[in-house]
């Protein structure tokens, strides 16, 4: 296939919607939250694409190079990024043609990316932005199954999941901290994995939904219409951390889906009186 910059510029496109939309994202970029707090609500894919990034700025390499890049460019920079002395000499002496079979014939592509071999390159992986971007600025046609990293060819899907719940989230996290510090509460003398197990037993029996509770879809989805009035079954969290209800569709399926899509319609109510002052 002739390789092209479509679905990468697609992908930054769609992840800056997205951090837009989780705010917590841009906390994981700049350091403030680790990898386990984005993963455990849904973002791994995001997560993984913003790795994906930093690993490449830290090697030197934009995702989508603006300026044309020479082939001496790309083979001295395998080199560099490979710490296998002989692979590091192949390449370098590697002419154009030759590096091209390299994604082309498998019998080549192994040779040099099997772990096992004397010629393994782990510069190829290291470098693949790099190497992708050479292929679409001289329309060169390779073998996209020879590349590990799949941000060139798969389109990232935006998350299912709707930002309230996350923002709503970060004002709990801060009302406590902030609670804490007025205290002069000393953490320290706390045991985290306690504080987050108690934390955690308590919270879940508050996010129980009532059976029976009547509740009005709010968003568009599939099979449900919207501003539709809906009775609760049950309701679980999801591996997650979000709520969701088990409701009756409108062609009669009963199935999970998630509570953010649905809103109580006594506390819609409630909440329209408490605007109007009564």
Same mark, same amino acid.
Do not use: P, W
């Given at each position: 296939?002739?390789?092209?910059?479509?679905?990468?510029?697609?992908?930054?496109?769609?992840?800056?919607?997205?951090?837009k939309e989780f705010p917590l994202l841009q906390d994981y970029i700049d350091g403030k939250v680790f990898p386990e707090t984005v993963n455990n609500i849904g973002l791994d894919q995001i997560v993984s694409f913003i790795n994906f990034i930093k690993e490449n700025e830290k090697n030197g390499i934009q995702l989508v190079n603006e300026?044309?890049?020479?082939?001496?460019?790309? =083979? %001295?920079?395998?080199?560099?990024?490979?710490?296998? !002395?002989?692979? &590091?000499?192949?390449?370098?002496? =590697? %002419?154009?043609?030759?590096?091209?079979?390299?994604? !082309?014939?498998? &019998?080549?592509?192994?040779?040099y990316t099997r772990s096992n071999n004397q010629s393994y390159c782990p510069g190829l992986e290291k470098t693949e932005a790099l190497i992708l971007n050479y292929f679409a600025q001289n329309s060169i046609s390779v073998d996209s199954s020879f590349f590990r990293n799949s941000f060139y060819f798969t389109k990232i899907q935006k998350p299912q999941y709707f930002s309230r719940e996350l923002r709503m989230t970060r004002d709990l996290i801060d009302q406590f901290i902030n609670f804490a510090k007025t205290q002069d509460f000393d953490f320290r003398k706390c045991n985290i994995k306690s504080l987050i197990s108690e934390i955690n037993s308590r919270l879940r029996p508050m996010m129980k939904i009532d059976s029976e509770l009547i509740v009005r879809s709010i968003r568009e989805q599939k099979n449900f219409t919207l501003d539709n009035i809906y009775k609760v079954i049950e309701s679980r969290v999801n591996y997650y951390g979000f709520v969701e209800i088990k409701v009756e569709d409108d062609k009669g399926v009963i199935s999970y889906v998630p509570y953010s899509n649905f809103e109580e319609v006594s506390r819609q109510r409630d909440e329209l009186f408490k605007e109007l002052g009564l």
């Open positions: 296939m002739i390789i092209t910059l479509e679905t990468i510029k697609h992908n930054l496109q769609v992840l800056e919607e997205v951090k300026s044309k890049i020479t082939y001496r460019e790309v =083979k %001295k920079k395998v080199a560099e990024m490979s710490y296998n !002395q002989k692979s &590091k000499g192949i390449f370098l002496k =590697k %002419k154009e043609e030759d590096f091209i079979k390299v994604f !082309q014939d498998l &019998k080549v592509n192994r040779r």
